[in-house]
C-alpha cells in the first residue's frame, strides 16, 4: 500500500493570499458588474484571499470600508460606475484612510485616468479583461510593499 509521504504533492506551495502569519489578506471588491467582481472574488479566494465585502457603486463602496474598516488590506475600484464612480471613491476613502490600499481597475482607453487615480494616492491598476495572472502579481507586488 502507498502512503501519503510516498507521493509528492504538487499543490505543496503556500497560497499567495495570506499573511506572513498565516492569515488571509481581507479585500473589498467595487465593482458595478457582477462578472467582474464574481472573477475578482474567484481568483482572490483561489490563491487564499478573504473576501470580506463586495459593492456594485462607489458610494456603497466608501460605506462598505468604513463599516469594515480597520479589517480591509486592499479594495480593488473599478473606475466607471453608478451613483459614485471610483474616482470620487478613492477620494473619500483616501480622506476617511489615508493608509488605505486601492487598486484601481479599468477598462483600456482610460489611461488618464488611471494616471490621476494614482497621482492621488491608488497603488496601483489593474486592465479589464482580467488576466489571472496579471492580477495575482500586481495585488501581492502590492502588499509584500
Known amino acids: 500500500m502507498i502512503a501519503k509521504s510516498d507521493m509528492p504533492t504538487i499543490n505543496d506551495k503556500k497560497p499567495l493570499g495570506l ?28 490563491e487564499g484571499f478573504e473576501v470580506v465585502g463586495t459593492a456594485s457603486d462607489g ?3 466608501f460605506e462598505k470600508y468604513k463599516e469594515l474598516s480597520p479589517g480591509i488590506d486592499i479594495v ?11 474616482v470620487t471613491a478613492l477620494e473619500k476613502i483616501l480622506e476617511y ?34 488576466d489571472r495572472k496579471k492580477v495575482l502579481e500586481r495585488i501581492i507586488s502590492i502588499l509584500k510593499r
Open 76 to 86: 480593488t475600484m473599478d473606475i466607471t460606475m453608478p451613483q459614485m464612480d471610483g
Open 59 to 61: 458610494l456603497l463602496g
Open 97 to 130: 484612510d489615508k493608509g488605505a490600499v486601492v487598486v484601481m481597475v479599468s477598462a483600456l482607453g482610460k489611461e488618464d485616468i488611471v494616471k490621476k487615480c494614482l497621482l492621488m494616492g491608488a497603488k496601483s491598476y489593474i486592465v479589464k479583461p482580467l
Open 19 to 46: 499573511k506572513p502569519e498565516g492569515t488571509p489578506y481581507r479585500v473589498l471588491i467595487v465593482d458595478d458588474s457582477m462578472f467582474i467582481a464574481k472573477q475578482l472574488g474567484q481568483i482572490l479566494t483561489s
